[in-house]
């Protein structure tokens, strides 16, 4: 049995904006996007060993969330998954048949921090602030650059997302 936390997160074309250091009497560049294009990127994440699955999809909703429970399922054929969500309304659409191996345990309402993947989510948006990107594509690859550090050393995503409370609730099931 695994025991995943998910989340989705919307990535856009227009940029995040974080402080700068620059010369005193200088304004710090910022590049501006005005583009109202976007990219979702569904993400499960095992805290305790630090694997991960992850998908790009074109928005939130069941369908989206149906068609990553579906291709999570068949990237873990021999395990049965626990998938821990938040309380958003397309992960309560009664659109969604879960796959067989496949079981869904909701957060309380209102309690992001609980979400180890929010954690990782900050990771994202801290290493693309003050960056441009012209198209979906060129975003989409810039989020995979950024991804592959923790899919090439788990442990890096284990000590970001491995919350104590939660590697201690795993072990005992």
């Known amino acids: 049995m695994k025991v995943l936390a998910f989340d989705e ?9 974080t402080r700068r250091y620059c010369p005193r009497g200088f304004r710090p560049p910022y590049v501006v996007s005005r583009s109202y294009k976007w990219t979702y990127l569904y993400a499960a994440v095992e805290p305790t060993t630090g694997g991960s ?21 068949k990237a873990y054929p021999n395990d049965y998954l626990v998938v821990v969500l938040d309380g958003a309304p397309s992960h309560r659409s009664g659109e969604i048949v879960r796959p067989e191996n496949v079981s869904l345990l909701p957060l309380p309402a209102y309690s992001p921090e609980l ?26 690859k810039a989020l995979s650059q950024t991804l592959l550090p923790y899919w090439e ?8 997302t491995g919350y104590s409370w939660w590697v201690e609730a795993v072990n005992t099931l």
């Open 9 to 17: 997160a919307r990535f856009g074309l227009i940029n995040w904006h």
């Open 53 to 73: 699955f992850c998908l790009y999809l074109p928005g939130m909703d069941g369908g989206c969330l149906q068609t990553f429970l579906d291709r999570l399922s």
């Open 115 to 140: 979400d180890p993947v929010e954690r990782w989510f900050q990771e994202f948006r801290r290493d693309l602030s003050n960056e441009r990107f012209e198209t979906v594509e060129l975003l989409q």
């Open 153 to 160: 050393d788990p442990a890096r995503l284990r000590r970001l």
